[in-house]
């Protein structure tokens, strides 16, 4: 590698390494809790990732909604069904197959792509636009105000929907 | 080691400010629990701790010990490594937040750096985002070492406090909405800066007027994130031992005991901060009379306790009282002769003045309010404040939306 180890390189290194082995630790780990700490840190270490190009508020954002909110329910879950550690059953190792094949598949076309594009993926480390709070408003707010809000429509209908599944019959 | 100091100057500080605020903070927590029994103890005419030292005041010092040399069972069966995890990540997450906040408006001079009070630079501009994503993980603390515990009274206090937390994180983050309009940022400093647009308004400038529903939704839901009265579920000691941390002794308890008193601190910072005007004086501007406040608070104060110290029972009490009153006097009267340092403590003295006052409103809730039922709770959180909180925010959205459109100035 012809680049020298900038601060931020070294930075980056260890928050993609540190969600790296987060992301592998959740599948080998046998208890879901410790499953859901790992993901934790695979979420942290994004939201560090994040940060490092200078996107601030997506940074905060990704902990305060999926490091905080969305984790928090899987442990709360987790903790109410009082889950114990999982076994290993045959299914999986006849998954092991196929899985393997689509792991080399999707490892060679990232790789691929990032062999490809060096140049331009390292030129869009530098976005002005997106780092500052106002920049993501107007681009939520104006440019693609209808594809926001049709999303949020979808999540509406999401919670009605489990609202009437949790509605008690009435007698 | 000259050049190091030098090429590092930057990082030194921070190390420094670092230490000195863990230093201060821990003192603060320590006598903050003195402070809490004292008051609760006067409400309910009791006297509180007053055995170890003059009034109790080496209270503290004998509960540290305590904490340090008692035995520290791990419960059977428990989860060691999530079981060891949570009071760190309790403790870690509670202290990393008072990173964020700014303690004054004025660097020091020294050694020809500008040193601003408090650890993150003051241009932090996801400052309040920032704060909500270290309380946001707060949560895991309280809910793993329940779960880690292996005992049934823990799990149903982490239960009941993830539950409480996601409930009340949304109020909590709609209720500072308002506030953040007004401002028109996320920045700690700008926020208080916004607060300060008529200097001659003083106190009537502050955001908690236009927003007085915002700090009723902020206040209550905040008192619920640090699991406080009337909102301590999680620990509540008549249905569940000690919740969430009854398997836990020794300093890993005392670990979760400084991280909830310091989450308290934190809470009272950011209800100054944004609601209260932070550093900003409660007086218009031209009234430079009132530099003199803290003088006039300190002095009167010290001679209080010289006095008190002089008829005090025991022989230790009549040295220390006397000693710590004339060092309490002495700093107001170095005030008035030292101008340019008065001037400098205005901001913090305003700021730490309100932090105060809300950590006795703290207290005096614990001393005053009964425990919210679990139901109650819940529909508390879910029926009042989010929707008044939300509106809030439309209410204030459409005032500035007006304001901009018919334009006033």
Not at chain 2, 389 to 398: E, G, L, Y
Request: aromatic residues 12%; charged residues 10%.
């Amino acid at each position: 590698m012809g680049r020298e180890m900038t601060a931020p390189l070294v930075v980056f290194f260890v928050l993609a390494g540190l969600a790296v082995i987060g992301a592998v630790s959740l599948i080998l780990q046998k208890h879901p809790i410790h499953s859901a700490l790992s993901l934790i840190v695979v979420m942290i270490a994004l939201a560090g990732l994040y940060l490092l190009l200078g996107a601030e508020f997506v940074a905060a954002v990704q902990i305060i909604v999926y490091g905080g909110a969305i984790m928090v329910l899987f442990v709360f879950v987790i903790m109410l069904l009082n889950a114990g550690v999982e076994e290993h059953t045959s299914i999986s190792k006849m998954a092991g197959a196929p899985g393997l094949l689509l792991v080399v598949a999707l490892a060679g076309l990232v790789a691929a792509t990032i062999a490809r594009s060096t140049d331009s993926i390292q030129g869009t480390i530098e976005t002005g636009e997106m780092s500052s709070t106002l920049g993501i408003s107007n681009m939520i707010f104006k440019e693609f105000v209808y594809p926001f809000e049709l999303t949020s429509f979808l999540i509406l209908v999401a919670v009605l929907g489990a609202t009437v599944l949790a509605q008690r019959e009435k007698s | 080691m000259k050049s190091f100091l030098t090429t590092n100057a930057e990082l030194v500080i921070t190390v420094v400010k670092i230490a000195l605020l863990l230093f201060i903070v821990l003192t603060v927590n320590a006598y903050l629990t003195w402070f809490e029994r004292k008051v609760v103890a006067h409400m309910q005419s009791r006297w509180g701790p007053h055995r170890v030292g003059p009034h109790g005041l080496l209270q503290p010092l004998a509960d540290g010990v305590k904490f340090l040399f008692k035995e520290d069972p791990t419960p059977a069966g428990a989860d060691k490594f999530v079981y060891y995890l949570a009071p760190l990540l309790a403790l870690a997450l509670a202290l990393t937040s008072l990173a964020l906040i700014p303690f004054g408006p004025d660097p020091i001079h020294l050694f020809g750096q500008d040193i601003y009070l408090g650890i993150a630079p003051l241009d932090v501009n996801i400052g309040i985002l920032a704060l909500f994503a270290i309380t946001a993980m707060g949560v895991y603390g309280v809910a793993l070492a329940g779960w880690s515990s292996n005992s049934k009274y823990p799990l149903l206090g982490g239960l009941r406090s993830s539950a409480q937390m996601i409930s009340y994180e949304l109020a909590l983050t709609m209720s500072v909405v308002g506030v953040l309009l007004m401002a028109g940022s996320f920045n700690l400093k700008k926020i208080i800066e916004a607060q300060a647009h008529h200097p001659e308004w003083g106190i009537f400038g502050w955001n908690v007027w236009p927003q007085i529903l915002g700090f009723f939704c902020f206040f209550v839901a905040a008192v619920a994130e640090t699991n406080r009265v009337p909102f301590d579920l999680p620990e509540a000691e008549s249905e569940l031992v000690a919740g969430f941390h009854t398997e836990y002794a020794s300093f890993k308890f005392a670990m979760f005991f400084i991280a909830e008193y310091t989450s308290m601190i934190t809470v009272s910072c950011l209800c100054a901060i944004m609601f209260f005007g932070g550093w900003l004086s409660p007086f218009p501007a031209s009234w430079t009379f009132t530099h003199y406040l803290p003088s006039a608070i300190l002095i009167p104060f010290g001679l209080w306790v010289i006095w008190d110290g002089m008829r005090y029972e025991t022989i230790s009490g009549r040295i220390i009282l006397p000693g710590l009153g004339t060092a309490i006097a002495g700093a107001g009267a170095a005030l008035i002769l030292l101008p340019g340092v008065n001037l400098f403590i205005q901001g913090p003295f305003w700021l730490l003045s309100k932090i105060l006052v809300f950590l006795f409103v703290y207290v005096w809730m614990r001393g005053t309010l009964p425990r919210f039922r679990y139901d109650q709770l819940m529909a508390f959180g879910w029926k009042l404040l989010l929707p008044l909180s939300i509106a809030n925010v439309i209410v204030t959205s459409f005032v500035i939306l007006a304001r901009m459109t018919w334009g006033a100035k």
